[in-house]
Structure formats: C-alpha cells, structure tokens
C-alpha cells in the first residue's frame, strides 16, 4: 500500500509541474497590440509607410490611406486556393456596443504618393493647427470620399465621420480648391467633427449647462408679444426648440453642439453682433471658447 502511495504521489507532482508549464507557456504567448495594426511595419520601406510614420511622429495620431487594417495569408482550402483573413476599420464600432449597425460605409481612396502628400499637407495645414491636445484622435483616415448608406437606401456624402478609433476625413476635393476654397472645406471637416470631439470630454463643459439646467427638454411657452427664437435667446439657447406635439427646449447635447459648432466657425465680431444683447448666450460663448483652448483647439 505504501508502495502505491509513493507511485500516486509521484504521477500528482508530474501533473502539477506540467500543469505549471503550461500556465507558463500561456503567460509567455505574445499579446498581438491592436495599435499595430495602424502603424506600418517597422521594417516597411516603401514612400507611403515612411509618409505615416512620419505623420505620426509629427502630429501623435495614427494615419491611414485605406480602411483595411490586416489582411494576409491564413492556408489554402480544399482547392489549393489561398485563404485570407481580413479586418477592415469600421467607424461605428465603440466598445460595449449592444445595438445593431445598420449603415453602410464606402470610401475611395488615394493610392499614388503625390495625392497622399498633397492631402496629408493639407490636413496639417488646415485642421492639425486647430486641434491639439486631447482633441487629437486616435488616427485619421483620408479618403478622397466618403458614401454612407441607410439599412433604408437612403445615401449621404459627409465632410466627415468620427468614431472612437478613426475620423475619417473626405478630402479629394481639396485638389482642386482654391486657397479659400480649402478654409472652406476645412472648417467644414472641423464642423462635422467638432461635437464628436466635445461629447467626448463632456465633463469639461458642466459650468456651461449651468446657465440654462432648468430649461434642458422641458416644455417651452411664448408668452403674448414675443417670439419663441427670442425666449430661446434670453434662455440661453442658440439652437431651435424640438418640435413634437409641443415645443421644448434643446437637450444638454443639442445646446453645447450648437455652441461648439458656432464658436468655431464665426468670428468674435460677429458674435458680438447678432448675440451681444442676450448676456446668457454672450457668457455660454465665453466659456466653450476657454474649455476648447483648455483642451487643445486653436482659434
């Protein structure tokens, strides 16, 4: 019997070591960093991939010329036919997600080195000096154009669309702009992306809600001898009420986009002009435009 026990006891330590190796096998596999994926190999010598590594080392965001993040060889099938494992960037992945996506996005792209120098220079130019700090992305994707398509067929052509790891940027057309014409489309990239970004650091704005938190979603009444744009105004709204089966007032979201979008797009001066008389909207101004410079954009 004691013969046995020895015999059982040595087979449980023979376990128990291989048991060990294998945790430490697992511990030791290499952990594949998704951020890889939107950098070119290190090795990588071609133009385009010094061109983004360049980029990233000036602006500290990832660029892409395509939404394909991996694609590479996994075996062949039954046939002999080479099979392929692909990725590709989805702007509407966010992490947590439980609804379903129902959009469909299409791109062109850029696939010569002198497109994706003249439009690189040209993000830099015209958005990077306006956005810094937190406001960058993760990365950029630069698309000559950008088609989204409704699960009802319904089809949109965006300046640009944000998701949490990539705003892609539609700009083929700033080829053949003129100086003007690039600001153009530049403050209208900054316009599409600008509410993204500040919902994404929401926290920084909680001075602002504080002017107008007893108005946000409730019902909205005008009174005899005025107007519904003017109580809005001495509110301290700049965006229109939502009309359902009755008037309201903005939601928190609706009121600090609007701001975001006006300031960044309208001259001090004639802010002054169209709002100077409304201290509510005048003071709501001032702090979106010192939370934005304390986050990164550039006026």
Not at 102 to 114: A, C, K, Q, V
Not at 154 to 170: E, K, L, M, W
Not at 257 to 278: D, F, R
Request: charged share 20%; net charge negative; aromatic share 12%.
């Amino acid at each position: 019997m004691k013969k046995y026990q020895l015999i059982l006891a040595a087979c449980m330590a023979v376990l128990l070591m291989a048991a060990c190796g294998d945790d430490e096998d697992r511990l030791e596999t290499a952990y594949q960093d998704p951020t890889n994926n939107f950098i070119p190999d290190a090795s990588a010598a071609d133009e385009t991939s010094v061109l983004r590594r360049e980029f990233y080392a000036r602006n500290g965001s990832y660029l892409l010329f395509t939404d394909t993040l991996q694609h590479y060889q996994i075996g062949t099938d039954i046939n002999g036919d080479p099979k392929f494992f692909t990725e590709m960037l989805n702007i509407q992945y966010s992490v947590g997600q439980t609804g379903p996506i129902t959009d469909t996005h299409t791109y062109t792209y850029f696939t010569t080195i002198e497109e994706q120098r003249f439009v690189v220079d040209f993000l830099e130019k015209y958005v990077l000096t306006h956005i810094t700090g937190k406001l960058r992305p993760f990365s950029w994707f630069l698309a000559k154009t950008i088609e989204v398509k409704s699960n009802v067929g319904t089809v949109t052509r965006p300046f640009a669309v944000t998701g949490q790891r990539a705003i892609v940027a539609s700009v083929g057309q700033a080829q053949r702009l003129s100086e003007s014409g690039r600001k153009t489309l530049a403050t209208r990239i900054l316009n599409t992306i600008i509410g993204q970004l500040v919902n994404n650091n929401i926290t920084a704005f909680s001075e602002f809600f504080t002017f107008s938190e007893s108005y946000y979603s409730r019902s909205l009444s005008v009174p005899e001898g005025t107007t519904r744009e003017k109580v809005l105004l001495e509110a301290g709204f700049i965006s229109p009420a939502t009309s359902m089966a009755n008037f309201y007032y903005p939601t928190q979201k609706d009121d600090l986009t609007a701001y975001a979008l006006m300031i960044i797009s309208t001259s001090e001066e004639k802010l002054q002009q169209t709002y100077g008389q409304y201290p509510a909207v005048m003071k709501k101004f001032e702090i979106v435009r010192k939370v934005l410079i304390e986050l990164g954009y550039v006026f």
